[in-house]
Structure formats: structure tokens, C-alpha cells
T-cell receptor, first 114, second 112 residues
Framework: TQLLEQSPQFLSIQEGENLTVYCNSSSVFSSLQWYRQEPGEGPVLLVTVVTGGEVKKLKRLTFQFGDARKDSSLHITAAQPGDTGLYLCAGATNSGGSNYKLTFGKGTLLTVNP | DADVTQTPRNRITKTGKRIMLECSQTKGHDRMYWYRQDPGLGLRLIYYSFDVKDINKGEISDGYSVSRQAQAKFSLSLESAIPNQTALYFC???????????FGEGSRLTVL
């Protein structure tokens, strides 16, 4: 069974601070996805990283895929209250042909206080 | 309008009742999924379907059944609801080559 460990589970910070969320596994993934879920909504895809060592930036969010494709991190610079939400990572493994199996982490609940 | 629509958004029911949660999508994706989300447990896959004639169990299918009525419709049924099925349920679709999921807004089910 593949597991994705996310840390921290909860994070409460002040507006303007920086933070990093980690997603770790002993398994290799073909790609890794990050989602954000706001209260009362479904998760929304933020980014997919595919290549080991890849770094992608989305405004103040920086996503990195580990060289061995077993781990990933999400760094937020100068957090804002609008960044509040549950951040989920999901590792994808190819289960044959064009079929992918997704393994979700349990999420990091981020609260950014004004 | 949302690409993935779930009904009802909220439902309170009693133990032993039959419940159906419905999902429809306008994304044109063949692949559809049902997940449940519980605090501290994350998202867990209940059932998935890669096309109308393909239904597969996920990691927690016991107590649930599904029906894929059309490419755009995928419903989840609880034949006899029990309190530990109280959860937030999500329908999702995916594109075939990336596995990236598009979620509905969720159906919150409470079983008393």
C-alpha cells in the first residue's frame, strides 16, 4: 500500500509569513498533484509536477518535486488570508495503459490570520 | 454552472434508509469517481468507472453501490445507511492521460 505523509497536519500563521508544506513517501510516483480545498467546496487542482527535481511557480506558490520523485513540497511566500484552505497532495502511479491510480495525503489545513 | 454537479448538497437521514447521491458532468470525461472525505482520514476512493460499462471497487466499497447511467452520470447508493457513513462525499472526473481530477462541490451526508 502506497502512503503519502503530509506535514504539518495543521498550520496557523499570520499574514505575510512564509510557510512550507511537505508531502513524503517511500514510493516513486510518475507525477504528483497539489490541490487546494476551500470550506464548502471540492478540491481544485493547483499544479502537477512530473519530472524529478521540477520546480513550478504559481504566483506566490512554489512547488517542487523531489529528484527521486518520492516527495514534494509547497512553499507559500507572504501568505494572505485568501490562501486559507486544506492543501492536499496526490501521487499518481501508472496502473497500465493510460490508467492512473491516485494516492492522496491526508492534507494540511492552513489558516492565515489577518 | 459547475462542470461537475452533485445532488443533494446536504442530506440528513436515519439509520437503515436507502440514500442515493447523484453526479452529473459536462466535461465530456469518460472517467468518474466517488470519494468520501473524513476529518483526519483524507480522501478515500469508494468506486470508479472508466466508461459506461466499466465499474470498479475502490478501497472502501463495502456498504456502497454505484450506477453509471450514461457517460455524464454516475450515482452512489447506500442501500442501508449507518452512522459511520456520515461524511462528505465527492464525485470527480478525470482526463485520461494525466489522472488529474475535477471535483464536484460535495454532498454532506449525516446518518442519525
Amino acid at each position: 500500500t502506497q502512503l503519502l505523509e503530509q506535514s504539518p497536519q495543521f498550520l496557523s500563521i499570520q499574514e505575510g509569513e512564509n510557510l512550507t508544506v511537505y508531502c513524503n513517501s517511500s514510493s516513486v510516483f510518475s507525477s504528483l498533484q497539489w490541490y487546494r480545498q476551500e470550506p464548502g467546496e471540492g478540491p481544485v487542482l493547483l499544479v502537477t509536477v512530473v519530472t524529478g527535481g521540477e520546480v513550478k511557480k504559481l504566483k506566490r506558490l512554489t512547488f517542487q518535486f523531489g529528484d527521486a520523485r518520492k516527495d514534494s513540497s509547497l512553499h507559500i511566500t507572504a501568505a494572505q488570508p485568501g490562501d486559507t484552505g486544506l492543501y492536499l497532495c496526490a501521487g499518481a502511479t501508472n496502473s497500465g495503459g493510460s490508467n492512473y491510480k491516485l494516492t492522496f495525503g491526508k492534507g494540511t489545513l492552513l489558516t492565515v490570520n489577518p | 454552472d459547475a462542470d461537475v454537479t452533485q445532488t443533494p448538497r446536504n442530506r440528513i437521514t436515519k439509520t437503515g434508509k436507502r440514500i442515493m447521491l447523484e453526479c452529473s458532468q459536462t466535461k465530456g470525461h469518460d472517467r468518474m469517481y466517488w470519494y468520501r472525505q473524513d476529518p483526519g482520514l483524507g480522501l478515500r476512493l469508494i468506486y470508479y468507472s472508466f466508461d459506461v460499462k466499466d465499474i470498479n471497487k475502490g478501497e472502501i466499497s463495502d456498504g456502497y453501490s454505484v450506477s453509471r447511467q450514461a457517460q455524464a452520470k454516475f450515482s452512489l447508493s447506500l442501500e442501508s445507511a449507518i452512522p459511520n457513513q456520515t461524511a462528505l462525499y465527492f464525485c470527480a472526473t478525470s482526463a485520461p492521460n494525466t489522472g488529474e481530477l475535477f471535483f464536484g462541490e460535495g454532498s454532506r451526508l449525516t446518518v442519525l
